[in-house]
Nanobody, 121 residues
């Protein structure tokens, strides 16, 4: 079993910063790509940022220059540093990881439970 647990969400004023963390645990053999997604009320879930196990990153156009994704492979943790936050960044943020579990022959995608980020104007 593999679990992803996010933390760091909360209420922040527009222009402020917030750092999200997502720690993976369980019977993990290896972790490939990790990513952050978000879903605002009435909207579909969208990719915010992704990072490969070699550190190659990609970002949604709406967050480029403001958000930074990083990971600590030793801690099996991915981070999302969010700066210059806007009210439109308000959403539930979900962590996602492509993981090969111990004893498994293929990888699977796992999701965290989500953490709410609310940006007030």
């Amino acid at each position: 079993q593999v679990q992803l647990v996010e933390s760091g969400g909360g209420l922040v004023q527009a222009g402020g910063s917030r750092r999200l963390s997502c720690a993976a645990s369980g019977r993990i053999a290896s972790i490939n790509a990790m990513a952050w997604h978000r879903q605002a009320p009435g909207n579909q879930r969208e990719l915010v940022a992704g990072i490969t196990n070699r550190g190659i990153t990609n970002y949604a156009d709406s967050v480029k220059g403001r958000f930074t994704i990083s990971r600590d492979n030793g801690k099996k943790t991915v981070y999302l540093q969010m700066n210059s936050l806007k009210p439109e960044d308000t959403a539930v943020y979900y962590c996602n990881a492509n993981v090969r579990a111990i004893g498994a022959t293929r990888t699977n995608d796992y999701w965290g439970q989500g953490t709410q980020v609310t940006v007030s104007s």
